[in-house]
């Protein structure tokens, strides 16, 4: 295995984490809520309640801001925007659009419906899907074509700037602290 398929791995690897990082904080104020009703005897209730739509309504949101993030980010889709329109759509209509539905639905006061346990689940494992293909859409379209980013020496490694402009973007340049600031 090359240098640069070490490092390809290294940074799927390293995304992959990131993902799922993102996705558990996400859900552990709702771990938290299910522990406390299991705790009281209370879990089925947890599933008639709006915490499930509301956290694949949070992941839905977040799936959306990558697949933007990609549209954006790189002027030179040409054939891909519209996919990634497409997953914008779907994003919306299978998971956002039921999410809050469900949520308001369910705040409304009225009796909840059964179908509630199974529907709310399985918006969370599409949300949860939909965000982790929006992450890899978005790293491979914020990614150029895949000769920079990937550096070859360890200096290279090192130098953030060298990196930085041998990809094609400028260094974040941030005004420096003077001192003279009075707050």
Request: net charge negative; no cysteine.
């Amino acid at each position: 295995m090359s240098e640069r398929q070490l490092h390809r791995e290294q940074h799927s690897m390293s995304m992959m984490y990131g993902t799922y990082a993102d996705i558990l904080f996400v859900l552990f104020p709702f771990l938290v809520i299910g522990m406390q009703r299991l705790w009281d005897g209370r879990l089925y209730e947890m599933l008639m309640h709006a915490d499930l739509s509301i956290a694949a309504a949070i992941l839905a949101g977040l799936a959306i801001g990558k697949f933007v993030l990609g549209l954006v980010t790189n002027r030179d889709l040409g054939r891909y925007k519209e996919r990634i329109v497409f997953f914008i759509a779907l994003t919306l209509f299978v998971v956002l659009g039921p999410a809050i539905i469900l949520i308001l639905s369910i705040m409304g006061g009225a009796e909840v419906p059964g179908f509630v346990v199974f529907v709310q689940p399985t918006l969370l494992i599409i949300a949860i899907s939909l965000y982790s293909t929006a992450v890899g859409i978005s790293n491979i379209l914020t990614r150029d074509d895949g000769h920079e980013g990937y550096a070859t020496s360890a200096d290279e490694h090192s130098d953030g700037y060298a990196s930085a402009n041998r990809a094609g973007h400028a260094p974040l340049d941030l005004p420096r602290n003077t001192g003279t600031d009075s707050w």
